[in-house]
């Protein structure tokens, strides 16, 4: 691995790598295809996000300056992960995603549940009326919850040792934004730097 290769891969590692609830999972539940989702992950630092999903797209946006944006198209899967603030575009198939330090998948993406291989939601005698959702517990993770909303079964917040590490502020239909294919070129246009994953993680000659 050449020295430019294993610096960027450092540098989209620190970027875009973060903690992800650790299970898989097994209960049977619908991957949204059309919603508009806001909401804020609690850590070691506080980070709102909202998500539109629409067909074989979405756009993800954070807080703190992180777009993600996903395309099927031919059959296959591929992603733009545009950092703001170090003016970064990587792009990379599914198939390579772990180079950036990514090791996710289209579902858990758009269904916000980041889960282990293996392990499994298990289904509690137990709803939360407030939040109009159902209570699951992760299989092996006897201290995580994920109340699942009973219309979109998306999580309405997960829970690890008794606190909230994940909320969804709302979630209804989805939103209109502009197709995918406009962002990227948005951000080309103002000169970021353009990494392809699925290559050598060299920059972009041009």
């Known amino acids: 691995m050449g020295c430019i290769t294993a610096i960027m891969i450092a540098l989209l590692c620190s970027t875009?790598?973060?903690?992800?609830?650790?299970?898989?999972?097994?209960?049977?539940?619908?991957?949204?295809?059309?919603?508009?989702v806001e909401g804020t992950y609690y850590g070691s630092r506080t980070v709102t996000f909202s998500l539109s999903v629409a067909g074989d797209s979405f756009v993800?946006?954070?807080?703190?300056?992180?777009?993600i944006i996903g395309e099927k198209k031919n059959g296959e899967t591929?992603?733009?992960?545009?950092?703001?603030?170090?003016?970064?575009?990587?792009?990379?198939s599914q198939e390579n995603l772990y180079r950036?330090?990514?090791?996710?998948n289209w579902n858990n993406m758009v269904g916000l549940i980041n889960l282990k291989p293996?392990?499994?939601?298990?289904?509690?005698?137990?709803?939360?009326?407030?939040?109009?959702?159902?209570?699951?517990?992760?299989?092996?993770?006897?201290?995580?919850?994920i109340c699942l909303d009973d219309n979109l079964h998306i999580p309405a917040y997960?829970?690890?040792?008794?606190?909230?590490?994940?909320?969804?502020?709302?979630?209804?239909?989805?939103?209109?934004?502009?197709?995918?294919?406009d962002l990227p070129g948005k951000y080309l246009r103002e000169n970021y730097l353009?990494?392809?994953?699925?290559?050598?993680?060299?920059?972009?000659?041009?």
């Open 16 to 36: 875009f790598c973060g903690n992800v609830l650790a299970a898989e999972q097994s209960v049977a539940v619908s991957v949204p295809h059309d919603v508009y």
């Open 60 to 67: 993800k946006t954070y807080s703190n300056g992180v777009v």
């Open 78 to 92: 591929f992603y733009y992960f545009i950092d703001k603030n170090k003016r970064l575009i990587t792009k990379v």
């Open 100 to 104: 950036i330090g990514e090791f996710t």
């Open 118 to 145: 293996g392990s499994k939601l298990i289904k509690e005698n137990e709803t939360d009326k407030k939040h109009a959702c159902t209570l699951y517990s992760v299989e092996n993770e006897e201290k995580t919850r």
């Open 158 to 181: 997960i829970e690890q040792n008794g606190h909230v590490v994940e909320r969804t502020t709302y979630m209804g239909p989805g939103r209109s934004y502009s197709y995918p294919d």
């Open 194 to 206: 353009y990494l392809n994953a699925d290559d050598d993680l060299s920059p972009d000659a041009d």
